[in-house]
């Protein structure tokens, strides 16, 4: 009897968090389940869109791993574009996008996986007051990838459709469908016909 009370209180504070990421200016195309709550931050003038049937888990419990962090989701400057297709699910990861970060739908991303489309840092070769801001590149990823726990997308990177990331890969260079990357940095190899099935 414990399981489906725990379930109800789940949905009520789920939409709690949905109304609030609302009220930040995420755009949303259906159905989003929050387990646990959020950080989500949306720039001015920016995007960030949920499609239908997205999971984000930020619940310490919520995961067999564990979440250490909880979810995190922000667009960092005007024009930025953060978009989740339809079925993805992440768990205690952070994605952020100061330029363009698209994940392809039924793509789901392990606790404490991070993609992140700039440095975070400014150019420092202007100097410590320079004012240039951090460099950005599109991230692309396509459909039903699988991003392992703690690993590492960095700016610029493409990835096909039916990837796998390995647990704790960092990965600087696009991987094409049906590949695998793993490693720091991440070499990338064609998955073995038995696993494309």
Known sequence: MLGPGIDGVRRCFSSLWRLEAQLKG?????????????IISVAANSTLLLGDNVNVTSSLRSNPLGCFQPSVLRTMAPGARLVLAKNTGLSGAVICAQLSVEIGEGTLIGSGAMVIDNDFHADLSLGAGGGARPKARPIKIGRLVFIGARAIILKGVAIGDRAVIGAGAVVTKDVPADHIAAGNPASVFPKRRQERQ
């Open 26 to 38: 995420v755009q949303f195309e259906g159905k989003v389940l929050f387990v646990g709550r959020p």
